[in-house]
C-alpha cells in the first residue's frame, strides 16, 4: 500500500535510537553466548554465532566484548544459563505477533510479555497459535544510499537471495534459512555496508492498520522489542507513514 510501512522496516528506522541504548548490548552479547553454547566458538562452523556477531558489529560492540560473549557460552567463563523461549499472541487490529526471547526465568518472562500484550489491547496465543502465518527466512537489510539497485540485485540473487524490495530508505532481502549466510558474505566482499543481517519469521500476508489502532500497536511491538528478555519481535502489520513516525 503507497505510504504505508511494515513493522520490519519501521523497527529498522529505529534502529540508530536503539543501538544508543546500554540494553542493545545486553541483548546481543546473550544471543552470541547462547549461540557459541549450542554451536560452538567457532563462528566459521557456527552460523547462529557468525550471524550474532555481524549483529554486535552493526552496533559497534568493541571485540573484548564479543570475545567475552562467546566465552561465557562456551564455559571458559562463568555464565547464566538462558533458554529460548517463543510467545504466539495478537494486538490491536487483529495483528499477529511472534515473539523470539532468551530468558533464565521462563515463568518471570512469561507473566511480563502476557502483561504488555493485555495492556495494549492484545492476548497471549497458545503455541502454533500464529506461527502458520509466518516463514523463517533469512533478512538482510541495505542503507539505499549504500548502493544502486541494479549492482545490489547483481551481488544478492547469485548469492542465493530470493527477493529484493525497496521499504523507505532500505533495501530489505530475503532469503532462504540456508542461504544467509552466502549472501552476507557476498555483500561483505563487495563492502556493501548492511543494517542488519538475521533469521526472521516474516509474514506471509500483512494486516493494514490505521489511527489510534496503528498507534497502540506500535507502542505495544517497541515495548515488547524493549524487554530486557525480548531478542527478536515479529508482526505481520502494514500502518500509515504518519503513524510509524510518531
Not at 567475552?68 to 504466539?88: D, F, I, M, P, R
Amino acid at each position: 500500500m503507497a505510504g504505508h510501512s511494515k513493522w520490519a522496516n519501521i523497527k529498522h528506522r529505529k534502529g540508530a535510537q536503539d543501538a544508543r541504548r546500554a540494553k542493545v548490548f545486553t541483548k546481543v552479547a546473550r544471543e552470541i553466548s547462547v549461540a557459541a553454547r549450542e554451536g560452538g566458538g567457532d563462528p566459521e562452523n557456527n552460523s547462529r554465532l557468525r550471524s550474532a556477531i555481524a549483529a554486535a558489529r552493526a552496533v559497534n560492540m568493541s571485540n573484548d566484548r564479543i570475545d567475552k560473549a562467546v566465552k561465557k557460552g562456551t564455559g571458559e567463563s562463568a555464565a547464566s544459563s538462558y533458554e529460548q523461549v517463543v510467545y504466539e499472541g495478537y494486538g490491536p487490529g487483529g495483528v499477529a505477533i511472534f515473539v523470539n526471547a532468551l530468558t533464565d526465568n521462563r515463568n518471570r518472562t512469561t507473566a511480563e510479555v502476557r502483561h504488555l500484550l493485555t495492556k495494549f489491547g492484545g492476548e497471549l496465543g497458545a503455541p502454533n497459535s500464529v506461527a502458520w502465518m509466518f516463514d523463517r527466512k533469512g533478512s538482510i537489510t541495505v542503507p539505499a544510499s549504500a548502493v544502486a539497485e541494479e549492482g545490489l540485485l547483481e551481488i544478492v540473487l547469485e548469492a542465493g537471495a530470493e527477493d529484493v524490495t525497496l521499504e523507505g530508505s532500505s533495501f530489505e532481502i530475503v532469503t532462504p534459512p540456508d542461504s544467509l549466510d552466502r549472501v552476507r558474505d557476498a555483500l561483505e566482499a563487495a563492502e556493501v555496508p548492511m543494517s542488519a543481517a538475521e533469521m526472521s519469521m516474516l509474514p506471509q500476508n500483512f494486516v493494514p492498520v490505521e489511527g489510534a489502532k496503528a498507534e497502540t500497536l506500535l507502542t505495544l511491538l517497541s515495548s515488547l522489542e524493549d524487554h530486557d528478555d525480548v531478542q527478536q519481535v515479529s508482526a505481520n502489520c502494514e500502518v500509515s507513514e504518519a503513524a510509524a513516525e510518531s
